[in-house]
């Protein structure tokens, strides 16, 4: 299936389902916040290297509770990248030239690492641009429905070798929670299918389950070393 560069680009928030609502109310009210936030270094990015990032969750519409089948798409990036190799990332990547705006970006990113058909989606929020701390590069995260499940899995082995589902409820459940630390540095992360949760996509996704009034109290304390942690986890990250 071919992708379908410029169509569906506008954020339809309307179209939320019942329990997403007060996810996408926060982001367009300018509520949500998280810790990647840090405006001195949005004034200071270098924005000819901007990129997107797809956070899309599935989840029929039954009620406002957070449905048992609702879950979020994510990918494990191959161990043989030069940046970013092993961790648990949400589809996306740069900018390019063509692409109309950020939800373009973002979709068009989805489809070449899971084959989403992006007429399946429907985008609902941007937030506002947040930074990889280890390049400051603008990274603008797109929420968005998967109202019709379609087919997804690994398109380029050498960039994303898994494809995977992360039910909502695994991802609030206490046990899976916990922190990392590295130095003065510490984050929120989660264990899941033996994969470690962290750093960018764990920082957001922590500010999305707590925007959206899903999260469960969780031990904060439980800070775990990070180096040790993913050295026992499958992602098969370079350590430094």
Known sequence: MNDIPGHNTELRPEKAPVWMRRLVDNVHSGSFHNSLSDRARMSNADRSRQAAVLMLFAGTETS???????????????PSLRSHSGQVAFPGGRLDIGDANPVDCALREAWEETG????????????DEVHIRATGYPVHPVVSHWHTRT???????????????????????PANRFTVGWGTWTGPAFRINDYVIWGFTGGLLAAALHQAGWEEPWDRENVQNLRDTLAKSRNNERIV
Do not use: K, W, Y
């Open 64 to 78: 406002a509770t957070l449905p048992n089948d609702a879950a979020v798409l994510l990918t494990h990036r191959s």
């Open 151 to 173: 087919p997804v899995g690994v398109v380029r082995p050498e960039e994303a070798d898994e494809v995977f589902d992360v039910p909502v409820l695994s991802l609030i459940d």
């Open 116 to 127: 989403l058909d992006r007429r399946s989606v429907t985008p609902l929020a941007q937030l």
